[in-house]
């Protein structure tokens, strides 16, 4: 596809039934170069026949924060006010560009949109989509400003001693921008929200998508509230017990509980439910579930990216229909795969890898 005919093809994919002339008078060429461009695609197969049907695969789409984490560690006590020896390291992270990675590793056709700067930074997330196949045609790309940072230290024991957050390019991804990729997220099966979002941003996804099924990953008790006010606009969430403790403004202390507690978020609408208890596993509850699941993983390496893993399982299981136990037995062996890793996104992940720990259960 040419660069010409890819303008034309967004054009179409927004509204199939615009006309030559509007497309003309949009891409300031004659109506007659537009006929062209529109045959070419045809023959190439991107359109189908009359009213320009066009044949995208429309991935799941992912929507948050992209980072690169820069990791300081000490190779003996730290001297406060001084230069210490040890070694740098830097991994990419957010918890949404995590979500894509890890839905790529389980070969789901995945679209991530996250805003980058024009740095060092953005081109290494560019070329790990480009690597993994993610879809990152629709990021909001700010040339002047800086890629989302971390930078934390660690003491010659592991310990963190101080960090520096340089998120703010996410709230880029405001109402105003959002509203310009509403058409296309709104044709994905399933969506997944990254309450690293600002919250009029959450809010106004939630009002205005209206055929994607929405997942929320809370990410921290602090994040989770940018989605409180909209709970009941998600098909699927999964808080962990401090979280679902704020969204519901309440104690949740025992299993009767925990019970309780995901039956207020069916109450609110939601469809499937996960509440996550740490090394104890999870509680699920749906229109036709209701229980607890261990976790069996006993070689915890690293817990960082467990929960990344384990929202991006839950798209492959809804996506493969997978039902009660088989649904969250596939997200807790995602998550498992991922915590016996040292990486937070296990290089070993995918779906037969998964399949081979639920059956070591």
Do not use: W
């Not at 179409?12 to 060429?29: C, F, N, V």
């Not at 560019?126 to 690597?131: D, F, P």
């Not at 700010?142 to 010659?156: A, G, K, P, Q, V």
């Not at 017990?241 to 949740?252: F, N, P, Y």
């Amino acid at each position: 596809m040419t660069e010409r005919e890819r303008e034309v093809y967004n054009l179409i994919e927004k509204d199939p039934m615009i006309s030559q002339a509007e497309l003309a008078a949009m891409l300031g060429i004659t109506r007659t170069s537009v006929g062209v461009h529109i045959s070419n695609l045809m023959k190439k197969g991107y359109i189908k026949g009359k009213g320009y049907i066009t044949n995208t695969e429309h991935p799941v789409t992912v929507i948050g924060g992209a980072n690169v984490d820069y990791q300081g560690k000490s190779d003996r006590m730290i001297i406060m006010e001084d230069s210490n020896p040890g070694k740098i390291n830097h991994a990419l992270g957010g918890v949404g560009r995590n979500i894509a990675e890890n839905l790529s590793m389980l070969e789901v056709p995945v679209r991530l949109i996250t805003a980058m700067g024009g740095d060092a930074e953005a081109s290494m997330v560019r070329e790990n989509a480009v690597e993994r196949g993610i879809d990152i045609e629709d990021c909001l790309l700010l040339m002047n400003e800086r890629t989302s940072t971390y930078l934390y230290i660690l003491d010659h024991l592991g310990d963190m001693v101080t960090a520096v957050s340089d998120m703010s390019i996410t709230s880029r991804l405001n109402e105003d921008f959002l509203r310009t990729k509403l058409m296309k997220i709104d044709k994905s099966a399933y969506t997944v929200i990254d309450a690293n979002l600002p919250e009029a941003s959450i809010h106004f996804l939630v009002r205005h998508l209206q055929n994607t099924k929405l997942i929320f990953d809370t990410v921290s008790t602090t994040k989770a509230l940018r989605g409180k006010a909209v709970l009941d606009g998600f098909y699927g969430i999964k808080p962990n017990l401090i979280e679902a403790e704020v969204l519901l403004d309440r104690k949740i202390l025992t299993d009767k509980d925990i019970e309780s507690a995901g039956q207020a978020f069916l109450d609110m609408g939601i469809k499937k439910v996960f509440i996550t208890l740490g090394k104890k596993g999870v509680y699920f509850t749906d229109e036709e579930h209701s229980f607890f699941r261990s976790s069996k993983v006993s070689d915890v390496v690293n817990v960082t990216g467990a929960g990344d893993a384990f929202t991006a399982a839950m798209v492959y299981a809804l996506q493969h229909q997978l039902r009660g136990i088989d649904f969250v037995d596939f997200c807790l062996g995602a998550s498992g795969v991922t915590v016996m890793s040292e990486d937070t996104i296990a290089r070993n992940l995918s779906v037969d890898n998964i399949k081979q720990m639920i059956k070591e259960r």
